[in-house]
């Protein structure tokens, strides 16, 4: 398998491949009546992956726009976080866009936070890009009066 190292903001992945929205939603779909983790599609020849999780099923079912900024994910890559050693981890699936001219990583952002009592369950969770769910985490824990200034973004 040809694997590509990818570094950017989020981290550093082993990608194997890329698939576009409608074909990685599709997948997601496919699969929204089965338990968590119950069992690994194949998504691309040979990549076989979790279509199960909370993450995917956001955006299948809240759509690839950051509820935030407005950013349009453009693609679904089939990757793996790099390890120095040499990975045999699992591929899993992330969804990327364009953000300010850089890749950005999207994942899913629970509306009211767990930590101040929100359900961990699809009717509480939106799309964001990385950079803004980050954000929001960060405005959410500082101390009252501490707050930094707005990222251009969110």
């Not at 409608?22 to 338990?35: F, N, Q, S, V, W």
């Not at 930590?115 to 101390?143: F, I, S």
Request: charged share 25%; net charge positive.
């Amino acid at each position: 398998m040809n694997l590509t190292t990818i570094i950017s903001d989020q981290g550093r992945y082993e990608r194997a491949a890329t698939l576009d929205l409608e074909t990685g939603l599709r997948a997601i779909r496919a699969d929204m009546g089965l338990r968590e983790k119950e069992l690994r599609s194949e998504v691309a020849p040979g990549l076989f992956v979790h279509t199960t999780s909370k993450r995917l099923r956001c955006f299948a079912k809240h759509g690839t726009t950051c509820s935030a900024c407005g950013a349009e994910a453009s693609y679904f890559a089939i990757e793996r976080t790099y390890s120095k050693k040499g990975g045999d981890g699992p591929f899993h699936m992330n969804m990327w866009g364009t953000v300010n001219g850089k890749d950005v990583i999207f994942t899913h952002d629970h509306t009211i936070s767990r930590h101040n009592g929100g359900a961990d369950a699809l009717h509480n969770m939106t799309t964001m890009c990385g950079p803004c769910n980050w954000e929001k985490g960060r405005r959410e824990y500082q101390p009252q009066g501490q707050q930094g200034t707005q990222r251009e973004h969110y």
